[in-house]
């Protein structure tokens, strides 16, 4: 087997260059933590179009109301930023939990995205935060919502001439927080079986502008409309609570595999939304 083209654009004009000459023969690069993995699986790019010497595609910035994470970020300066902590809690909650420490040293979210992941842990934070995926190609630049990016497993709508340029999140209010609940086989080195990241505004013991997002439970990251719906404008009182319990089973679209059952995964959404709701309002600090 020949191995394939290395190429290394400094600019994102260049590397879009490369890319347009042949869309579906190179495959983008920066921390490789899934593409390795495929390739030994039998992928066999013709080339790779490495990014990381792309300064564009780096860093966090909080600036016109949004919070701006470059696609090459990695997963651990996710975790560790302090504006991230502050303004995504659920974003950096589910950054620390991705792998190992290698893996997040490497892992990037821009590939997260890509991936396409139903059990992808940054994801479902982002969705609940109403985060936009950046693109640029040779037609220009367009913004698509988190919910509409990913179509099915492994499955995206950026076009094979098309970069992931970043992440744009709009900055929450004064009161809104946002968490997110994981289970596993362990905490640490294990994928989700069951993910639900929950954002909202407190409104005194209200909630309002809800948004409630499941991993790992369906053919892509889903929003659990009925369980958003039922906790909207209400105080989270138990039979609240008991409520939204049943609803997100109902919004949860999960499989038996060989990790979990449908049953199980589908139960565990209520178990976890209940969790995050209670850590949301303080009233509970149980670990996922």
Do not use: Y
């Not at 909080?62 to 470059?70: E, F, H, K, L, P």
């Not at 940054?122 to 995926?133: D, E, I, K």
């Not at 992440?167 to 968490?179: E, F, L, T």
């Not at 209520?270 to 969790?275: N, Q, T």
Request: with cysteine; glycine share 10%.
């Amino acid at each position: 087997m020949n191995n394939p083209l290395f190429v290394r654009p400094r600019t994102l004009e260049e590397a879009l260059l490369v890319l347009a000459s042949d869309p579906l023969g190179f495959v983008p690069l920066v921390g490789g933590t899934d593409l390795l993995v495929r390739m030994q699986d039998g992928l066999r790019p013709k080339g790779l179009l490495d990014l990381t010497a792309i300064a564009e595609l780096v860093g966090i910035t909080v600036a016109d109301g949004m919070v701006r994470i470059g696609a090459a970020t990695t997963h651990a300066e996710i975790a560790s930023s302090r504006e991230v902590q502050t303004l995504l809690p659920a974003l950096a909650e589910a950054a620390a939990l991705v792998g190992s420490p290698a893996i997040r040293n490497r892992g990037t979210i821009g590939g997260n995205l890509a991936n396409a992941s139903p059990a992808a842990d940054t994801v479902p934070p982002l969705l609940a935060l109403s985060a936009l995926v950046e693109l640029a190609g040779p037609r220009g630049r367009r913004t698509v919502p988190v919910e509409a990016f990913a179509v099915g497993p492994g499955k995206t709508v950026r076009r094979p001439d098309e970069l992931i340029v970043a992440v744009a999140v709009p900055v929450p209010g004064p009161m809104a927080s946002s968490v997110f609940c994981r289970l596993g086989t362990r905490q640490a080195l294990s994928i989700a079986k069951v993910s639900v990241a929950l954002a909202a505004q407190r409104d005194g013991p209200c909630l309002r502008q809800v948004r409630v997002a499941l991993g790992a439970v369906g053919p892509t990251v889903l929003r659990a409309t009925g369980a958003e719906a039922c906790l909207e404008g209400k105080e989270p009182s138990l039979e609240v609570l008991d409520e939204a319990a049943i609803k997100v089973q109902a919004d949860a679209r999960p499989i038996s595999d060989i990790r979990s059952t449908e049953a199980w995964r589908r139960r565990m959404c209520g178990v976890l939304l209940r969790r995050a709701v209670l850590r949301l309002v303080g009233q509970g600090q149980a670990a996922p």
